[in-house]
């Protein structure tokens, strides 16, 4: 999946842009465990004046497992002036077998993997400062 999040780099500095699970209770933790997930981050300045940059976000799933069934979202916040921005809950359920766990190749050939998506959400919080969901 991928969550990208445009801003100006004036007013936000830099940003944290993460991945998380969202519990029933709390906060959206962030995601960090490498052995459920495979993080990535990617950055570029957009053409044009104004300093816009653009960050990506990747995280992928190496090992599938039943566990990994839940509510995802995609949070972001500038460095400066604390503004947030968070995206749209995306809900992944994963069906199997107990003890099971699935790889890439198995959700390709097979339909295990179901996906209930809010694919594509734009919010704008502070001047310049965008998230775009999208989900690959």
Sequence with gaps: MKCTAEYEEQHCGNISL?????????PCQPLND??????RIDE?????????RQQDAFITFPHLRLNDT???QCKASC???KATA???????TVTG????????????GMDPFLLAISIFTMLQIHD???LVLQVQ
């Design 79 to 81: 460095q400066h002036s």
């Design 97 to 108: 077998h107990d003890g099971t766990s699935l790889n890439r190749s198995d959700r390709c």
């Design 44 to 52: 570029t300045k957009i053409t044009g004046d104004g300093g816009f």
């Design 86 to 92: 968070v995206g749209h809950l995306i809900n992944i």
């Design 128 to 130: 310049h400062f965008f």
């Design 70 to 72: 839940g509510f995802y």
């Design 18 to 26: 993460f991945w998380c699970l969202s519990e029933t209770e709390g």
């Design 34 to 39: 490498p052995d459920r997930y495979s993080f």
